[in-house]
């Protein structure tokens, strides 16, 4: 897989293992998550909105069983909804809004299942179940994350705070750097994202 944001690809020379080429994918599959050679997600929001949509099926049977609410919605967040956040860090800051409302209507077919003839809107099954949007949910997962980070041993991947920059006595002293970001594409990246959730 060659990563290459030009509209024109260039061309480049093959690879050979053995003497044999090696084919160039537009995409490949590392641990679950898959990445495009233009580091989009399209294809792992694909992936996650099909296997949870099948998982459904799961939730309708047993709701015919007339399984109690708490039963189903144990059965959605343990066994469906972390599918649709698999390695939520990784991908959350560069989604499209489309990407976005994709994931998201899994979760409302889930609700109305559950909720049955309950389900009013969107916002009043949250409310109803107790449970946070997605995009709240990914939001935490990062925070965490990032929270985590500062405290392992990978601490040198986000940026130093500006206290220790600076070297003055600074209310904003605690807060990280924010990085340079001259593109969208790298304001939208992971560590960018990070540091702003951390700057909150």
Known sequence: MHITFCRNYPPLPPLRVNNAPLAVAPSLKILGLHIQNNLHWDVQVKQMVGKAAKKLYLLKRLKRFMLSRNDLITIYTCYIRPILEY??????????????????????????????????????????????????????????????????????????????????????????NTPLCRTNRLKNSLIPYLVSLLNK
Do not use: V
């Open 87 to 176: 390695a939520a860090p990784a991908w959350t800051s560069s989604l499209t809004k489309l990407q976005t409302e994709k994931l998201e209507q899994i979760q409302k077919r889930a609700y109305r299942i559950i909720l049955g003839n309950d389900y009013t809107s969107y916002s009043h099954a949250l409310q109803q179940l107790g449970l946070k949007t997605l995009a709240q949910r990914r939001e935490d997962l990062c925070l965490n994350f990032a929270r985590s980070l500062m405290e392992s041993n990978f601490r040198d991947w986000l940026p130093s705070t500006r206290g220790d920059i600076s070297g003055r006595n600074t209310r904003n002293k605690q807060k990280l």
